[in-house]
C-alpha cells in the first residue's frame, strides 16, 4: 500500500480570478506564504517518505516548505504539471464567464477540449499515471504531492469512482491535503481538502 498526499499549491493574487494555467513567473502572495509555512507545521510530525510536485513555481514554493520540514528534496514532475489551458491561459474568470465553450467545459467536463489546450481526461490519465508510477517506486510509503486544484479533484474522482462530469462537487482549497491510500487490488480515500490539523 501506498499512501498518497495530495496538497494543492498555497494562495497566489490570481487564485479565484484567473486561469494562470502554466503562465510562468506566478508565486506566493504574502497570504500564500502564510499558508505554506502552517502547512509545513501541520506536517512536521506526519513521516513523508519522498516529495513531488509540479515544476511551476507556485507549486515548487509551496513544496519547498514541507521539504525543510521533512527534510527532503522536492522531485518535480510533468505529470503533475498544470492543465494546459490553451487559449484561456491568463484570463480572467469574468473575461470567460460569457464564454459558452468554457460553460461547456464547466458542466461537460469529460469531453470539452479547452481550445488550443487539453482533454480533462487527457490531464486525468496524465496524473493518475503519475501517482501510479509513485505507487510503484514506494509500494510500502508515503509520499507528497503539491499539484493543482483540478489535477487533485481529477485523482481523488478516478478513486473514488466518480464521474469526470461531477467533479466539481468537489473542493480543493489553498494549501489544502488529500489523503488516499492505494492498494493492488483497491484504493481507499482517506481525507480530502483538510486546511486543519493533521494527525498521523
Not at 500564500?32 to 501541520?42: I, K, N, S, Y
Not at 505529470?79 to 468554457?102: M, P, V, Y
Not at 486544484?149 to 462537487?169: E, N, P, T, W
Request: aromatic share 8%; proline share 4%.
Amino acid at each position: 500500500m501506498t499512501k498518497i498526499l495530495l496538497i494543492r499549491h498555497a494562495t497566489t493574487d490570481s487564485v479565484g480570478k484567473r486561469l494562470s494555467g502554466r503562465t510562468p513567473g506566478v508565486f506566493l502572495n504574502e497570504e500564500g506564504v502564510a499558508q505554506a509555512q502552517q502547512l509545513a507545521q501541520r506536517l512536521a510530525n506526519f513521516p513523508v517518505d519522498a516529495l513531488y510536485s509540479s515544476p511551476l513555481e507556485r507549486t515548487l514554493q509551496t513544496a519547498d516548505f514541507v521539504a525543510q520540514a521533512q527534510q527532503l528534496q522536492t522531485i518535480p514532475m510533468e505529470d503533475f504539471l498544470e492543465i494546459n489551458f490553451g487559449e484561456w491561459t491568463n484570463c480572467t474568470f469574468e473575461e470567460l464567464s460569457g464564454d459558452q465553450q468554457f460553460q461547456r467545459f464547466n458542466s461537460f467536463r469529460s469531453v470539452t477540449r479547452i481550445p488550443g489546450g487539453e482533454l480533462m481526461l487527457e490531464a486525468q490519465a496524465r496524473v493518475i499515471a503519475g501517482l501510479q508510477k509513485l505507487c510503484a517506486q514506494h509500494p510500502h510509503g508515503t509520499v507528497a504531492v503539491v499539484s493543482h486544484s483540478d489535477l487533485i479533484k481529477a485523482a481523488v474522482a478516478y478513486y473514488a469512482g466518480v464521474h469526470l462530469d461531477m467533479f466539481q462537487r468537489l473542493e480543493i482549497s489553498p494549501a489544502s491535503v488529500s489523503i488516499i491510500e492505494v492498494y493492488e487490488e483497491t484504493a481507499r480515500i482517506l481525507l480530502i481538502n483538510d486546511t486543519g490539523e493533521l494527525k498521523p
